[in-house]
């Protein structure tokens, strides 16, 4: 046998130990180098490396027609790909109301698509005003980490955005989870959304509770880091059951607001300042009241103004002052 005769039976031997790629059956020669499945008839190449690698033999129809497969597979992953990434620019797009939306823009200089949630919390302040314009004021820094109000003024930037009341969302607020300050000068805090996870110290919110229901505002706050809170302008606020939320703060202000009792400041024991700015109360209650409240546990400083404070008379005061004097400055205005 011829050393070519001997490298012949051994190729066909060793493609015969092959089983066919498609269905597992036995390949069967047709001439030196081509073999074909018995069993699905498909057709195989022997590479005269004598390695024995079977490609597959295909007429140029069968060529076409994969091509055409392969493309409209590639053309739908690119499809498919496309809706997926403009779904996601829509969907990170349409997390902002038109106002904040501008705002974002305007503050990162990027397309509010591309505004992460890390960008958003680097805000530390911010100030939402509205007028004619909304006027957002913001900082990057802390107000915290100063002890110059006037350096700190220089931190901060200004971005006015005209747009209708249907075009700005009080839930945007969520977003900012890097706030230290907020301040809330627009009516109906109770629609404003906190963040989940926040790091706040200072809430100003503006205008009372509607008398239809609590607020689910301060559901959110963080009891560990909050310390201030100013209600202003509260001349509807009714139910208070939402200062339970509220108890670990140490500084409390609140304008033009209706006491008929001081229940809501139960369970306040930390509470170091406390101001009433213009509070009704029925003045054959003011003086009892005003005791109750001076009876705080931590009270350091106590202020009332307006109307109210002089129900409580000359004599009245001067047995407040008294009494609680050495622990706590009092002022009436």
């Known amino acids: 046998m011829t050393d070519r005769e001997g490298e012949s039976v051994d190729q066909e031997s060793q493609t015969k130990e092959k089983p066919c790629g498609s269905c ?13 499945c018995s069993s699905c008839g498909r057709k195989y190449y022997v590479s005269a490396n004598r390695l024995h690698k079977v490609s597959v033999r295909m007429s140029a129809g069968r060529i076409i027609m994969l091509c055409i497969a392969a493309a409209i597979v590639v053309g739908g992953m690119s499809v498919a790909g496309y809706q997926f990434y403009t779904g996601r620019l829509v969907a990170s797009a349409s997390r902002f109301s ?22 958003l919390s680097r805000i530390k302040y911010l100030r939402i005003e509205k007028d004619k314009d909304y006027l957002f004021t913001y900082s990057f820094e802390d107000i915290y980490d100063y002890q110059d109000p006037a350096g700190y003024e220089k931190t901060l930037g200004v971005v006015s955005v005209d747009g209708k009341k249907e075009d700005f969302s009080p839930s945007n607020v969520q977003y900012f989870t890097g706030l230290t300050r907020l301040e809330l000068y627009t009516e109906a805090w109770q629609n404003y959304t906190l963040p989940e996870d926040n790091v706040l110290r200072y809430l100003i919110c503006t205008d009372g509770l509607s008398r239809y229901g609590t607020p689910e505002f301060f559901k959110n706050v963080n009891k560990e880091t909050l310390e201030e809170v100013l209600i202003l302008k509260a001349e509807k606020l009714e139910d208070f ?86 622990r706590v400055a009092m002022v009436r205005e």
Do not use: C
């Open 24 to 36: 597992g059956g036995t390949l069967v020669r047709i001439n030196s180098y081509e073999y074909q």
């Open 98 to 119: 038109v106002v904040f939306r501008d705002f974002v823009m305007e503050v990162y200089e990027k397309p509010a698509s591309d505004i992460s949630e890390e960008d």
């Open 241 to 326: 059951s939402f200062m339970e939320d509220l108890q670990g703060i140490k500084g409390f202000l609140l304008e033009e607001a209706a006491l008929k009792n001081t229940d809501m400041f139960q369970g306040f024991d930390r509470l170091e300042q406390l101001v009433l700015f213009h509070v009704e109360m029925k003045e054959e209650d003011t003086f009892r009241l005003v005791e109750e409240l001076l009876s705080l546990p931590s009270l350091k400083r106590f202020a009332i103004s307006g109307k109210t404070a002089w129900y409580i008379t000359d004599e009245q005061w001067e047995q407040l002052e008294q009494t609680y004097g050495d």
